[in-house]
């Protein structure tokens, strides 16, 4: 199979996998947040601060280095794979040990249990990381597809049966590690990779060449992504946390599901043609193009629909989440343009380039944060938004460089979906004055939104609707064949 219909074909298990995935998890987080308070959600945020730094180190790395390497083998994944247990072993006697403290800085005797219970995740990602590496390095998509809805469908049983019988934040917490348990074991069936009695430090310290770079990287924006977390839950309460959170949320599992896909796909495509300017660059602008066309307009649509949205499905004691959810939909507009430029710094072989950027941009954020962070939570809010602005600018950048496809060119490519998504959303916005019950009211906002978008696009021919269309027709027929 060539590269470009290992692209398209991954891109559809990834695209599956990912919208099955977030589908469930809608679903799941619905009934979890009707059953569960605010402060139980606001709590596990919280904890998974100090669960996603400390999982940098086992995710951020030698995966990625892995996947980057043209010529890795058994010796190079085994070697990491023990590497990446003991590693995280460590890490997670540290996590258990930190807990007291953590507890006794956020007045939260409930931190030091929950906390301990949860950081069993890390040894368990350790574990699910290499395998991830293994089936992304060989672009076998279909197995995540299998893995990952296993372990939303089973962790969401258990989490919702648990939160009926009133566990409280206990029945988030196992959630969370059903899931990871579940993912692991799929994989374990379904992959025929399994780690060898060898280990080879000099292969290591070469992996380790590229991967440090990507764990500092790595470590800067997870931190800073999560110093929002605990500067809220510090300074403010539990419940503001829970409502930024939850209007984080929803925008997110509609980035996760299209944006998801396309970066796992593209980095190993990617990888592959590393040496080849042309191939990377075409990749790069369809990546963009095609993210923009099926993003954009699911974003901005669920920012105008924002109110009757949450008050259907959450209930009006979630009604404070709205104001973030629109603030963050707006941010995540521009996620797939950042994600898109920086896996094409990665699959050069620069992470030196990536820890500059990094360090660069989380620098000046971090130093935003800590202007606004006693002005309140929507301030906090828009000054990511403008962050993200800023981002996109200096992740574009060395991409002019690198491959002659600079921010000028990339915001010419996605113009014309971005003025299509506005057009549609003021349609979307002035609907919402019609005199009508919640719920139809929505439906008639969805169904106006699916209306002008659809029609315009095919109306006036769109490249990103006509080349979508295309891909699925020989997508669906390669399969009949």
Not at 161 to 178: D, H, K, P, Q, R
Not at 349 to 372: E, H, M, N
Request: proline share 4%.
């Amino acid at each position: 199979m060539s590269n470009r219909e290992n692209v398209v074909s991954g891109l559809f298990w990834q695209f599956g996998e990912r919208f099955g995935a977030q589908a469930m998890s809608f679903v799941i987080s619905l009934i979890l947040a009707r059953l569960l308070i605010p402060e139980d959600y606001g709590l596990v945020a919280l904890l998974l601060v100090f669960i996603a730094l400390a999982n940098v180190f086992v995710t951020s790395s030698f995966g990625s280095a892995l996947i980057q390497k043209k010529n890795a083998d058994e010796l190079d994944f085994s070697s990491v794979f023990y590497f990446n247990v003991a590693f995280s072993l460590i890490l997670f006697g540290i996590v258990y040990a930190c807990a007291p403290a953590i507890a006794v800085y956020y007045h939260s005797p409930l931190v030091v249990p929950t906390l301990r219970v949860l950081a069993l995740r890390i040894p368990l990602i350790a574990v699910s990381n290499v395998q991830h590496a293994y089936v992304s390095k060989h672009m076998m998509f279909k197995k995540y597809f299998f893995s990952t809805l296993a372990g939303t469908l089973v962790s969401g049983v258990v989490g919702i049966a648990l939160a009926y019988l009133g566990f409280g934040v206990w029945a988030l917490v196992v959630n969370y590690l059903v899931h990871t348990v579940m993912d692991i074991c799929v994989l374990f069936f379904t992959v025929k990779w399994r780690p060898k009695w060898m280990f080879s430090w000099q292969r290591l310290q070469h992996l380790i060449g590229y991967g440090w770079k990507m764990v500092a990287a790595g470590f800067l924006e997870v931190g800073y992504n999560e110093l929002r977390t605990l500067i809220i839950g510090k300074v403010y309460s539990s419940g503001d946390l829970a409502y930024y959170n939850k209007g984080e949320s929803f925008p997110r599992l509609v980035i996760d599901t299209i944006n998801t896909s396309i970066s796992g796909v593209l980095f190993p495509a990617m990888s592959r043609e590393q040496d080849n300017r042309e191939a990377i660059r075409a990749m790069v602008k369809r990546g963009i193009k095609t993210s923009t066309y099926l993003l954009t307009p699911l974003l901005v649509g669920m920012a105008m629909v924002a109110k009757p949205f949450v008050v259907l499905l959450l209930t009006e004691k979630w009604l404070p989440c709205v104001p973030y959810l629109q603030v963050f939909c707006f941010v995540y507009i521009l996620i797939p343009l950042q994600t898109i430029n920086i896996q094409t710094i990665k699959s050069t072989g620069r992470s030196d380039f990536y820890l500059i950027l990094q360090t660069v941009k989380k620098v000046v954020s971090v130093a935003a944060l800590l202007l606004v962070m006693h002005k309140g939570v929507m301030m906090i809010s828009i000054v990511v938004l403008i962050i993200a602005i800023l981002e996109f600018f200096i992740n574009a950048y060395p991409n002019y460089i690198l491959i002659g496809y600079g921010p000028l060119k990339q915001l010419q490519d996605v113009m014309p979906n971005l003025l299509l998504s506005t057009v549609m959303g003021g349609a979307v916005y002035l609907t919402g004055y019609l005199p009508l019950p919640v719920l139809p009211l929505l439906c008639i906002q969805i169904l106006v939104g699916l209306g002008v978008y659809g029609g315009v696009s095919v109306l006036f021919r769109m490249e990103s609707y006509t080349f979508s269309k295309e891909v699925i027709k020989q997508f669906v027929a390669r399969k009949q064949i």
